[in-house]
């Protein structure tokens, strides 16, 4: 008989299809609301679950450091082939064309300069701007074994408070200090604060040793900072090692945008991450798009 659009049998309720919920497979993840991984989403690469961050937020307590004195001139190519970028909210307005529709993870903590202790610092971003942003996530620094270590950790668990009434995932950001140890047992402990204080992810450095005990500990994704500059071939081997000792990806800049062809390594770096390409093709693959030849 018709039904109401005058067509016979016009309704398919695909009888013979499992009703399928999809789990989020990012660590640590599959609890959280909708919007956090829908945020969470656009910083992690959904295929491979890693993340290429391009983190150039060095002048919130740096200034114009090398390489990032003109961000639309050295900083605009490049964020075609990032995943994320980390950025102040300043340079975001000012410079990033709004056509950009990857992750943004804005710099949500600041205060002192180089000139100053850098472990006093306060939340610098309202979660109202960083909606009005469209942000992906908000960061804060963490310094444990800093002067103010309980300060710091007081602003990431008042982000995560915020984050978690608003839906914005927080990224605490472990910082060493010209006085604290890069070790593994500094960056378990560290890392490992940061995700039982209730950030989403978390950025720490790679230490060559027992690295895998840091990210074996953490119960949510770990990327790694890239840290100085340091020779190309040299960086893709920490990126590579880091991602196959449990990191979910990294969040470079210097080695990236002091490199001497930024959009080659950046791109060699995306190998290594989303590919699992071997720092040793990786390097070739870097020299084959500066237009170099090995030896």
């Given at each position: 008989?018709?039904?109401?659009?005058?067509?016979?049998?016009?309704?398919?309720?695909?009888?013979?299809?499992?009703?399928?919920?999809?789990?989020?497979?990012?660590?640590?993840?599959?609890?959280?609301?909708?919007?956090?991984?829908?945020?969470?989403?656009?910083?992690?690469?959904?295929?491979?679950?890693?993340?290429?961050?391009?983190?150039?937020?060095?002048?919130?307590?740096?200034?114009?450091?090398?390489?990032?004195?003109?961000?639309?001139?050295?900083?605009?190519?490049?964020?075609?082939?990032?995943?994320?970028?980390?950025?102040?909210?300043?340079?975001?307005?000012?410079?990033?064309?709004?056509?950009?529709?990857?992750?943004?993870?804005?710099?949500?903590?600041?205060?002192?300069?180089?000139?100053?202790?850098l472990s006093n610092e306060e939340i610098a971003v309202d979660i109202e701007d960083a909606l009005?942003?469209?942000?992906?996530?908000?960061?804060?620094?963490?310094?444990?074994?800093?002067?103010?270590?309980?300060?710091?950790?007081?602003?990431?668990?008042?982000?995560?408070?915020?984050?978690?009434?608003?839906?914005?995932?927080?990224?605490?950001?472990?910082?060493?200090?010209?006085?604290?140890?890069?070790?593994?047992?500094?960056?378990?402990?560290?890392?490992?604060?940061?995700?039982?204080?209730?950030?989403?992810?978390?950025?720490?450095?790679?230490?060559?040793?027992?690295?895998?005990?840091?990210?074996?500990?953490?119960?949510?994704?770990?990327?790694?900072?890239?840290?100085?500059?340091?020779?190309?071939?040299?960086?893709?081997?920490?990126?590579?090692?880091?991602?196959?000792?449990?990191?979910?990806?990294?969040?470079?800049?210097?080695?990236?945008?002091?490199?001497?062809?930024?959009?080659?390594?950046?791109?060699?770096?995306?190998?290594?991450?989303?590919?699992?390409?071997?720092?040793?093709?990786?390097?070739?693959?870097?020299?084959?798009?500066?237009?170099?030849?090995?030896?």
């Amino acid at each position: 008989m018709p039904d109401k659009e005058g067509t016979q049998d016009s309704h398919n309720y695909y009888l013979d299809v499992p009703a399928v919920s999809e789990p989020f497979t990012l660590k640590g993840s599959n609890s959280l609301d909708w919007g956090m991984k829908n945020r969470l989403s656009k910083t992690f690469d959904p295929d491979s679950g890693r993340a290429v961050m391009l983190a150039f937020d060095h002048g919130y307590f740096m200034g114009p450091t090398s390489q990032l004195e003109r961000i639309d001139v050295t900083i605009l190519p490049l964020i075609k082939y990032a995943d994320t970028l980390m950025l102040t909210r300043g340079i975001l307005r000012s410079t990033i064309p709004p056509t950009y529709t990857r992750g943004i993870v804005v710099r949500a903590s600041g205060g002192p300069s180089i000139l100053k202790e850098l472990s006093n610092e306060e939340i610098a971003v309202d979660i109202e701007d960083a909606l009005r942003l469209n942000a992906s996530a908000m960061a804060v620094q963490v310094f444990i074994g800093g002067e103010y270590e309980t300060q710091s950790v007081n602003n990431l668990t008042c982000l995560v408070d915020v984050g978690n009434r608003y839906g914005m995932p927080v990224l605490g950001v472990t910082a060493v200090g010209r006085d604290m140890v890069r070790d593994a047992k500094y960056m378990r402990l560290a890392s490992r604060i940061c995700a039982e204080l209730g950030a989403s992810f978390v950025k720490t450095y790679y230490v060559p040793e027992d690295f895998e005990t840091v990210t074996a500990s953490c119960p949510v994704p770990i990327v790694i900072a890239g840290g100085k500059k340091i020779p190309e071939q040299d960086a893709l081997k920490m990126a590579y090692n880091a991602v196959q000792q449990g990191a979910a990806g990294v969040d470079m800049g210097r080695n990236i945008f002091q490199s001497e062809d930024p959009e080659a390594m950046i791109q060699a770096v995306r190998a290594v991450v989303h590919d699992d390409m071997e720092p040793e093709q990786a390097y070739e693959f870097y020299l084959t798009l500066k237009g170099g030849t090995s030896e």
